[in-house]
């Protein structure tokens, strides 16, 4: 079992910068795949990156690469997704989860999810 909660959302202008936390409890964190996936309104939730359990696969969306990265430090139970060169179009309710493996882009990969922090980017 992985309880996950989402920090670090926030207002941001077009242009800017966010670091987005994921704090997890349970035993299994450090051998499970974590990802982010975002939801915007009147649309569906999409992948945003996902990291292996060591760090030696990170997953990005074509939309992020570049500007996104995700990163993890086991040692205190948190993944980070950190956001840069920040648009419009990346606003949205931000989601963390627990998978098995970072290779996986689809929601029903991921078992344990967050209740998520909303991102907003102004033009």
């Known amino acids: 079992q992985v309880q996950l909660v989402e920090s670090g959302g926030g207002l941001v202008q077009a242009g800017g910068s966010l670091r987005l936390s994921c704090a997890a409890s349970?035993?299994?964190?450090?051998?499970?795949?974590m990802g982010w996936f975002r939801q915007a309104p009147g649309k569906e939730r999409e992948f945003v990156a996902a990291?292996?359990?060591?760090?030696?696969?990170?997953n990005y969306a074509s939309s992020v690469k570049g500007r996104f990265t995700i990163s993890r430090d086991n040692a205190k139970n948190t993944v980070y997704l950190q956001m840069n060169s920040l648009k419009p179009e990346d606003t949205a309710i931000y989601y963390c989860?627990?998978?098995?493996?970072?290779?996986?882009?689809?929601?029903?990969?991921?078992?344990?999810w967050g209740q998520g922090t909303q991102v907003t980017v102004s033009s």
């Open positions: 990291i292996s359990w060591n760090g030696g696969l990170l």
């Open positions: 349970g035993r299994t964190f450090s051998s499970a795949a």
């Open positions: 989860a627990a998978g098995r493996s970072a290779a996986a882009t689809a929601k029903a990969a991921y078992d344990y």
